[in-house]
T-cell receptor, first 114, second 112 residues
Framework: GNSVTQMEGPVTLSEEAFLTINCTYTATGYPSLFWYVQYPGEGLQLLLKATKADDKGSNKGFEATYRKETTSFHLEKGSVQVSDSAVYFCALSLKDTGRRALTFGSGTRLQVQP | ETGVTQTPRHLVMGMTNKKSLKCEQHLGHNAMYWYKQSAKKPLELMFVYNFKEQTENNSVPSRFSPECPNSSHLFLHLHTLQPEDSALYLC???????????FGPGTRLTVT
């Protein structure tokens, strides 16, 4: 089956530190990959996506590269801000007729301290 | 109004009550979803509708009853809930069933 594994949180960083949140996947096919972010008290927002190997998704200073050889899609940001504190979810979708569209990881909480 | 909206944002109900959650999407999408998000648990997909037809029900108890009258609206009817049903209920939509999903802000449900 399809699955997504994320690093356990919480991740606690100081402002302007470098961020990496690891995500690896297992899929019976060639998935599209996504990162979603959930700020406190809100729903999930699509942060970035990549649909084929070596694609790099980017948004708001965050980046992730689709690595087929390592089945990974790690999220990075060069300099985090307090406002980046949220829960980050890695997800995949696979065109599999009649089944769910997105498989989510368990989420990683990021706490950025001033 | 744009995106995916959900009402109410907060709901407190007793175990014998009947209530409904409403979701509306203004994106012209064809697929809609209900998720349950509980503390310290992964997101749980509950129901999937594609072109108004239910395509997935992930062993959800019958006290949760979905309704999709058209591609823009999705309801979740609740009756005789249990305290463990307290959670954030998220609605989402997507253009087609395999594309990225867009989420509403959620309804925070507390069952007393």
């Amino acid at each position: 089956g399809n699955s997504v594994t994320q690093m356990e949180g919480p991740v606690t960083l100081s402002e302007e530190a470098f961020l990496t949140i690891n995500c690896t996947y297992t899929a019976t096919g060639y998935p599209s990959l996504f990162w979603y972010v959930q700020y406190p008290g809100e729903g999930l927002q699509l942060l970035l996506k990549a649909t084929k190997a070596d694609d790099k998704g980017s948004n708001k200073g965050f980046e992730a590269t689709y690595r087929k050889e390592t089945t990974s899609f790690h999220l990075e940001k060069g300099s985090v801000q307090v406002s980046d504190s949220a829960v980050y979810f890695c997800a995949l979708s696979l065109k599999d007729t009649g089944r769910r569209a997105l498989t989510f990881g368990s989420g990683t909480r990021l706490q950025v301290q001033p | 109004e744009t995106g995916v909206t959900q009402t109410p944002r907060h709901l407190v109900m007793g175990m014998t009550n009947k209530k409904s959650l409403k979701c509306e999407q203004h994106l012209g999408h064809n697929a809609m979803y209900w998720y349950k998000q509980s503390a310290k648990k992964p997101l749980e997909l509950m129901f999937v509708y594609n072109f108004k037809e239910q395509t997935e029900n992930n062993s959800v108890p019958s006290r949760f009853s979905p309704e999709c009258p058209n591609s823009s609206h999705l309801f979740l009817h609740l009756h005789t809930l249990q305290p463990e049903d307290s959670a954030l209920y998220l609605c989402a939509s997507s253009q087609e069933i395999v594309y990225e999903q867009y989420f509403g802000p959620g309804t925070r449900l507390t069952v007393t």
